[in-house]
C-alpha cells in the first residue's frame, strides 16, 4: 500500500517515454498490467497469484518476480549471513571477556566499542569507506565477483558490507552477551562449581556459557531481519547484483510486483528463522519442552 501512495505509477512513467501517447494508450497499459481495478480488488488478486506460487510479473524488467529472486537472493542471503558470521566473531569472545573481566581496563574498552558499534550507522561508515580510501590510491571492491572468478577473489568481494554490518551487529549482542553472562556468574550453581576448585575455562564453558546464551540466542534471531534489511543499503552503495539492490529499483520504477515479493520473501525468511531458534531453545535448555 505504502508504495502506491508514492507519486507516480509505472503507467506514467511508460507513457513519459511516449510523448504522443493517448488516453486510450494509458487506458490500455492500465488494463495490461491489472492497475485498472480497485487496490483491494487487486490484493485479492495477488493473494489468489501468491497462494499457487506465483509472486507476478515485474513491470519493470518484463520477467517472473520469482525468477528475479532466484537469481539475486543468494547474494543477499550470503551477505547477510558473512555479516552475522562476523556480528558473532566479534561480540561472543568480547562479550564473555567484559563480562568475566568486569570493571577493569578490558570491560570498559569493551563496552565502549558496543556503544560506537551501536551509534555510528553502517551506511555512514560505508560512504566514507567508499569516499576516502580512493584518494590514497586503494579502493574496495565494486564489481561482482562470482566463485567462477575465484574464490579469494568472491570473498573479498564481501568482506568490506560485511564486515561494516557484521560490525553494526555485534554491538548488540556483545551487549546482550555481557549482561546475561553477569547474571549467570552471580548464580549459586556457578558458586558451587568455583568453591570446587574447577577451572576458570571449565566453568565458563561448562556451565555458564550455555545458560547464558538463551537471550543471545533471541537477539541474534531479530538480528537476522535487521541483516537483511541492511544488505538493502549496502547492496546499492557496493554495487551488489542481490535483492537489496533490485527492490531500490523496483520502488524507483513503481515496479509494484516486485516491491511486494521481495518484501514478503523477505519477511517469511525472517519468520522461519525465528521459528528456528525458538525450537532451539529446547536443546539449550532441557527444561524448555514443546508440546
Same mark, same amino acid.
Given at each position: #500500500? ?25 487506458? %490500455? ?7 485498472? %481495478? ?6 485479492? !488478486? ?10 507476478? &510479473? ?11 529472486? %532466484?537469481?539475486? #537472493? ?23 571477556? =567484559?563480562?568475566?573481566?568486569?570493571? !577493569? ?5 569493551? *563496552?565502549? $566499542? ?24 586503494? +579502493? ?12 579469494? &577473489? ?15 551487529? +555485534? ?7 555481557? !549482561? ?10 556457578? *558458586?558451587? +562449581? ?10 565458563? !564453558? *561448562? ?28 547492496? =546499492? ?14 520502488? $524507483? ?6 516491491? &511486494? ?31
Amino acid at each position: #500500500m505504502i508504495v502506491r501512495l508514492v507519486p507516480g505509477n509505472i503507467v506514467e512513467l511508460i507513457l513519459a517515454e511516449r510523448p504522443y501517447a493517448t488516453e486510450g494508450d494509458k487506458a %490500455k497499459i492500465e488494463n495490461d498490467l491489472g492497475l485498472d %481495478k480497485p487496490i483491494p480488488v487487486q490484493f485479492v !488478486t495477488y493473494l489468489g497469484n501468491v497462494l499457487q506460487g506465483d509472486l507476478g &510479473q515485474s513491470y519493470w524488467t518484463s520477467r517472473p518476480v520469482t525468477d528475479e529472486l %532466484k537469481q539475486r #537472493m543468494p547474494v543477499t542471503l550470503e551477505l547477510g549471513l558473512y555479516s552475522i558470521l562476523i556480528g558473532l566473531i566479534v561480540a561472543m569472545p568480547v562479550g564473555l571477556l =567484559s563480562a568475566v573481566r568486569q570493571d !577493569t581496563g578490558a570491560d570498559y574498552i569493551a *563496552r565502549s $566499542f558496543a556503544i560506537l558499534a551501536i551509534s555510528v550507522p553502517y551506511f555512514f561508515t560505508a560512504t566514507l569507506l567508499i569516499v576516502f580510501p580512493p584518494m590514497w590510491g586503494w +579502493a574496495p571492491p565494486l564489481i561482482f565477483k562470482g566463485w567462477t572468478d575465484g574464490p579469494l &577473489q568472491h570473498l573479498y568481494y564481501f568482506f568490506f558490507p560485511a564486515l561494516l554490518l557484521g560490525v553494526a551487529l +555485534a554491538g548488540g549482542v556483545m551487549r546482550i552477551t555481557r !549482561t546475561m553472562m553477569l547474571e549467570v556468574l552471580r548464580q549459586d550453581y556457578i *558458586r558451587t +562449581a568455583w568453591s570446587k576448585g574447577l577451572r576458570e575455562r571449565s566453568v565458563i !564453558t *561448562r556451565h555458564a556459557l550455555k545458560n547464558a546464551f538463551i537471550p543471545v540466542i533471541t537477539v541474534i534471531g531479530l538480528q537476522v531481519g535487521t541483516a537483511l534489511g541492511g544488505t538493502i543499503i549496502l547492496e =546499492s552503495i557496493f554495487n551488489m547484483p542481490g535483492v537489496g539492490r533490485y527492490i531500490v529499483g523496483a520502488i $524507483f520504477q513503481r515496479d509494484y510486483p516486485s516491491v &511486494q515479493g521481495v518484501v514478503l520473501v523477505l519477511a517469511i525468511t525472517v519468520v522461519l528463522v525465528n521459528l528456528l531458534v525458538d525450537v532451539t531453545y529446547a536443546y539449550l535448555d532441557p527444561r524448555i519442552r514443546y508440546s
